[in-house]
């Protein structure tokens, strides 16, 4: 079974621990059933503890994680007692661009036909990947606020874009296209609007397109993408964009998927060999819910995918697709949570699927 792989392992805020409880019960079933040789390591980070004593991601567990981790496991940060989420900040981007996980991986793929909103299509017409940059744009937190209070006042974020981010970004979603035979790579971009930094892009997307002849290299307007995603989003296998279009567009493909419940992903330091100190981050596309923590209703699919994504980066890759085979049958069953269509609780939902994982293993 090779080396162990330590994971570290953080619920957050809201609906965030208990949907990775359900994926850590998951991966435990994976350890002690399948003897993968997994450990876990639960880190107190979140809400609750910067309110406790203001830590929020300190440098020793950032570099604990750097050295001794193979993957961090994350359910989402954001709580209203926190109004100005600074926890959250220094935790997701704390590893995003700490580790310097360029590509944020969001699979849109949706599982049953019911669960896709959109007339006249069915699961079939939804699968592609949105490859989101993660490390650079208007996300960087560059700016500043002049005045602040006054009836001048002023705020800045600059959108930072560099050659190398561009270009390692692009690149990364055509090696994905090509190492799995797809045909199509859009990029979404805002280069009418936006003609410094998008301009960048679009020449550089044109440029690493060259070397991939077998693949159609397509741009569109990220406006105009929104709106041929919901007409016919069949028409699409990778997308490549930048961090705030990223976001923005999987959340509307998570529509697509049956909703946030239902949208797994992983940020990653895409390089073929894995590189010392960038940790892949495993996280569901959802945030903390603050509305449904504590009742046992939050949808724990997202997070036993992202935990199959897991799986899958760590050299499992039958394990990922055995984890999205069981959550498929699962919601064709109804065995499932009540905004996929189902009449079980968090618990219940996640108990059904690993129960029948373990019984195969
Ligand atoms: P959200 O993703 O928490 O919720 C959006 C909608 O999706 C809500 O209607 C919610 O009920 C539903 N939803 C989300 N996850 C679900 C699940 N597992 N099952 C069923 N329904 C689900 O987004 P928001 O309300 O905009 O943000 C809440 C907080 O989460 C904010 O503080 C935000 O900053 C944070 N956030 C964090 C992350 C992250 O940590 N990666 C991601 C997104 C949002
Ligand atoms: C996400 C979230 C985050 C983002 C927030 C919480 C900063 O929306 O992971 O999609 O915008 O990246
Ligand atoms: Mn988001």
Redesign the pocket.
């Known amino acids: 079974m090779g080396a162990r792989r330590k994971i570290a392992v953080l619920g957050?805020d809201?609906?965030?621990p208990s949907?990775i409880e359900e994926a850590r019960k998951l991966l435990e079933v994976y350890r002690d059933k399948a003897g993968l040789p997994l450990d876990l390591w639960e880190l107190d980070l979140g809400a609750d503890r910067f309110l406790r004593d203001g830590t929020t991601f300190p440098k020793e567990i950032q570099v604990a994680i750097q050295l001794e981790c193979s993957a961090v496991l994350?359910g989402?940060?954001?709580?209203p007692r926190v109004p100005n989420?600074e926890h959250?900040r220094d935790i997701?981007f704390g590893m995003r661009f700490g580790f310097d996980l360029y590509a944020n991986i969001r699979p849109v793929r949706a599982l049953h036909d019911r669960l896709v909103p959109l007339k006249g299509r069915s699961a079939r017409d939804v699968d592609f990947v949105v490859f989101r940059e993660n490390t650079e744009g208007i996300y960087v937190g560059m700016g500043g606020q002049f005045k602040r209070g006054t009836p001048d006042e002023v705020a800045i974020n600059e959108d930072l874009n560099t050659r190398k981010g561009v270009e390692r970004i692009i690149r990364a979603a055509f090696e994905w296209a090509k190492t799995r035979g797809k045909t199509k790579v859009t990029m979404a971009d805002k280069s009418n609007a936006m003609r410094h930094a998008h301009e960048l892009w679009l020449r550089v997307f044109h440029e690493v397109a060259t070397q991939y002849p077998g693949i159609e290299a397509r741009h569109l307007y990220v406006d105009a993408l929104c709106l041929m995603l919901v007409q016919d989003p069949s028409q699409f296998q990778v997308i490549v964009t930048n961090n705030l279009f990223g976001d923005i567009v999987t959340d509307l493909g998570a529509a697509f998927q049956g909703?946030?419940?239902m949208a797994a992903s992983a940020n990653v330091h895409a390089s073929a060999t894995p590189e010392r100190g960038k940790v892949p981050l495993f996280?569901?596309?959802?945030?903390?819910?603050?509305?449904?923590a504590g009742k046992d209703?939050?949808?724990?699919f997202?997070a036993l995918l992202t935990a199959g994504m897991l799986l899958g980066h760590l050299g499992w890759p039958a394990e990922e697709a055995r984890i999205e085979r069981w959550v498929t049958k699962a919601i064709e069953e109804e065995a499932c949570?009540v905004?996929v269509g189902g009449k079980l609780g968090t618990r219940a939902a996640s108990a059904w699927v690993r129960e029948r994982i373990a019984a195969e293993l």
């Open positions: 957050g809201g609906i965030g949907v994350l989402a940060l954001g709580d989420l959250a997701l909703g946030l419940g996280e569901p596309v959802h945030g903390s819910a603050p509305p449904l209703i939050a949808n724990p997202a949570t905004d």
